[in-house]
């Protein structure tokens, strides 16, 4: 089978596509996999660029109004029209026996209906499948259960997809003939890439939306590094990583960090990402190590707490590491992760990121660490999904 994944954003959307491509490939599929230009080539996956680097368009140079509506136009615009032209141009051109597809590529419907193949989406939360279970996760009333109101927070994703109908429209002139079907198909089937027991599935959700448990790579963690792997055998360590947000003072969040942890005799791995946290040089010691990046599945399992932003792959690796946790949420599903991860036991009441400072932190992390128990139990039920198996079950089945 010929399979076309496309997908955007940052890391964490990446990386579990990644995941499926590899998989894919060992059971003799024929894979193409369309990704952000800033995400490198991972190995032993064929790849195409859309055009679209995710560094770029989620570091404004400012966050007043008018510097966000200049950044708007002047990079996020841009370079959705280029990742939505680029993805109709990739797919047609690898003529595949099936598109499956991240929520912002927009125009998968578009050019899978074109070439009259099915289509499958993939959600890593719960935004395009409502539920009157609990609200959309990337809306403004993702932490509060609204009741009978819970399927109306839907409209909020829809609504933003439509900002960029004009661009989908473009993209119809890399369609063959160069023009955009009368007609939209409702997708094939969706993979919902969550773990049922962080999220379990609600009743009403339809029989073709698949709950895969979240995907990531079976193979034995990368190393580490000789540095980071003798930092961690040195005593407890609190693993702290923002990701890719780098709004506000990464200096004050990274010293709020050291202070909480030095508070409970624990020891600080600071992971810097794309600059959401930095090491001020007051609080260096041979008690904190500053890192850009690390393996998650190699360094995790050593961690006694985990300090990070609620993105949907960072909490669902810290979960399935069995490392209890404090979420400083900052945008998008963040907070919806946050509360759920709270719900579950596994972490602490989020900190806001406006209240992030030392004082607010250091009660938080006590907290998280009386829920060791609960957390190492979720760890050994969700280590037991194979996400990506499940999901390639599903595509083999069309």
């Not at 770029?56 to 990079?75: F, K, N, Q, T």
């Not at 006694?304 to 069995?322: D, E, F, I, N, W």
């Amino acid at each position: 089978m010929r399979i076309m994944l496309l997908t955007a954003g940052t890391r964490g959307d990446v990386e579990p596509f990644v995941a499926l491509a590899r998989h894919a490939t060992s059971r003799g599929h024929d894979v193409r996999l369309a990704l952000p230009d800033d995400a490198g080539a991972p190995e032993g996956v064929g790849t195409v660029p859309l055009g679209l680097d995710a560094r770029r368009v989620l570091s404004p140079a400012g966050r007043a109004p008018w510097a966000l509506a200049r950044h708007a136009l002047a990079e996020v615009r841009p370079a959705m029209r280029r990742m939505l032209a680029a993805a109709v141009r990739e797919t047609v051109a690898f003529d595949p026996d099936v598109v499956v597809h991240h929520p912002l590529v927009l125009t998968a419907p578009m050019v899978a209906d074109a070439l009259g193949v099915p289509r499958v989406l993939v959600e890593f939360a719960p935004v395009a499948t409502p539920s009157a279970r609990f609200p959309a996760a990337g809306g403004p009333t993702a932490t509060r259960d609204l009741g009978t109101h819970n399927r109306s927070t839907y409209a909020v994703p829809r609504a933003a997809a439509r900002l960029f109908e004009g661009d989908v429209a473009r993209a119809a002139a890399e369609l063959p003939g160069g023009r955009r079907p009368s007609w939209r198909s409702p997708s094939r089937a969706t993979l919902m890439a969550v773990s049922p027991v962080l999220l379990p599935r609600p009743d009403d959700w339809p029989e073709q939306v698949h709950q895969t448990g979240a995907w990531h790579e079976e193979a034995p963690a990368a190393s580490c590094g000789p540095v980071v792997t003798d930092f961690l055998a040195a005593g407890p360590v609190v693993v702290a990583s923002f990701g890719s947000m780098a709004t506000g003072d990464a200096s004050a969040r990274g010293a709020a960090v050291v202070a909480a942890a030095r508070s409970h005799g624990l020891r600080v791995l600071l992971v810097t990402g794309w600059g959401g946290l930095a090491l001020p040089p007051e609080h260096r010691g041979p008690d904190v190590l500053a890192v850009p990046s690390v393996p998650f599945d190699a360094v995790l399992p050593h961690a006694t707490l985990a300090v990070h932003h609620g993105g949907a792959g960072t909490s669902h690796a810290v979960a399935r590491a069995g490392v209890p946790a404090v979420v400083v949420p900052v945008t998008a599903d963040q907070p919806f992760w946050a509360a759920q991860l709270h719900r579950q036991g596994v972490a602490a009441a989020a900190v806001p990121l406006r209240r992030l400072t030392a004082g607010a932190l250091a009660p938080a992390m006590g907290d998280a660490l009386t829920r060791r128990g609960r957390a190492a139990e979720v760890g050994r039920l969700m280590r037991r999904e194979h996400g990506v198996q499940r999901a390639l079950d599903v595509l083999e089945s069309l």
